[in-house]
């Protein structure tokens, strides 16, 4: 089993930035690839960037690519999303997520570990 926790979400301008983290605990955490995703209201849930297990591979959608990082501190079990150039349409409930294995994921049933969620809002 592996227990995620999100943090960092907020309230930001359009244009600024956030860094959104997730922290594991349970199983090694070098052990799996990461995911981020969000939801908007009334929308289903989306995929947003992975990575995988060393760091050294990362992909990302369309919409965020250019503008979004996603890293990992193995040593401190966290994973990272830098956030920069929001846009009002970033507005949403965003989920790291973990699944076994080194490869990287895209699919939310690629995953079967999910945090809480932090709300990341963006005011135009």
């Known amino acids: 089993q592996v227990q995620l926790v999100e943090s960092g979400g907020g309230l930001v301008q359009a244009g600024g930035s956030l860094r959104l983290s997730c922290a594991a605990s349970?199983?090694?955490?070098?052990?799996?690839?990461m995911g981020w995703f969000r939801q908007a209201p009334g929308k289903e849930r989306e995929f947003v960037a992975t990575i995988n297990w060393s760091g050294g591979r990362t992909d990302y959608s369309d919409s965020v690519q250019g503008r979004f990082t996603i890293s990992r501190d193995n040593a401190k079990n966290t994973v990272y999303l830098q956030m920069n150039s929001l846009k009002p349409e970033d507005t949403a409930v965003y989920y790291c997520a973990a699944r076994g294995g080194t490869s990287l994921g895209y699919l939310l049933y690629d995953y079967p570990y999910w945090g809480q969620g932090t709300q990341v809002t963006v005011s135009s």
């Open positions: 349970g199983r090694t955490f070098g052990g799996y690839a």
